[in-house]
């Protein structure tokens, strides 16, 4: 889980993954001092391994790169798949035991659909809202609520992302099917989405398009 700041969802999100019993690992990439050492403070409670991406780099964040070769390198030594749940994603209890039960070695990625607070399909899977049950799926995935199989990692060296991107979860979702995997979407298999919790600038995408647009251009943030 990459952690920006925004420990009020980021928590939520952290304890409902402890909650099923799974180990978890925290990369935090570059937070306050004050929400690090409350992430050191939740890592003491619940276990969780906190990555202090500082300590490695002194690139800015958004580190998601460094995030996604650092997890490849010890999924592939530890012969694991990689799950990927982001800050603003609420997972219920059974959600990543069903993206594991799906695993087989024709697929490169499963994902959760993603809903909101009123339970209804939201933002990035929009174009899902009409689609009845799980199965392969040709759009991109994103990484909100993702299992990335380690014949993918196997297939897929991630020091070759575009460095000079911010995300990674279109390229990776495309490079999946170019390598011959199928990506399944589980539409059964729901989360709570709270979209850009870690970056409010963010929400500009839906209140006022042209400025976010317009930030998007002249200050190079949000590449894809």
């Not at 603003?88 to 594991?100: G, M, P, Q």
């Not at 990335?148 to 991630?158: K, M």
Request: proline share 4%; hydrophobic share 35%; net charge neutral.
């Amino acid at each position: 889980m990459p952690v920006k700041d925004s420990l009020q969802t980021a928590e939520q999100a952290i304890r409902a993954i402890v909650a099923g019993g799974y180990t978890l690992t925290v990369y935090d990439d570059n937070s306050t001092a004050q929400n690090a050492a409350q992430l050191d403070a939740l890592s003491s409670e619940l276990g969780i391994r906190v990555v202090h991406i500082c300590e490695h780099t002194d690139h800015p964040s958004p580190n998601y790169r460094w995030v996604l070769i650092h997890a490849q390198r010890e999924c592939i030594d530890n012969g694991q798949h990689l799950i990927i749940v982001e800050s603003d994603v609420i997972v219920r209890n059974a959600t990543l035991s069903n993206l594991c039960k799906a695993v087989n070695p024709t697929i490169g990625m499963i994902a959760a659909v993603t809903h909101n607070d009123q339970d209804e399909v939201n933002f990035p899977y929009e174009y899902a809202r009409h689609i009845k049950q799980d199965g392969s799926c040709n759009k991109r995935l994103s990484f909100c609520c993702t299992l990335l199989t380690n014949a993918l990692l196997q297939a897929y060296d991630f020091n070759n992302l575009d460095p000079d991107k911010n995300w990674y979860d279109v390229h990776i979702s495309h490079m999946s099917r170019k390598l011959g995997f199928r990506n399944i979407l589980q539409v059964s298999n729901p989360v709570l989405h709270l979209p850009h919790s870690s970056r409010p600038w963010k929400q500009l995408k839906y209140t006022h398009p042209l400025l976010y647009y317009l930030r998007k251009l002249i200050q190079g943030k949000d590449r894809i």
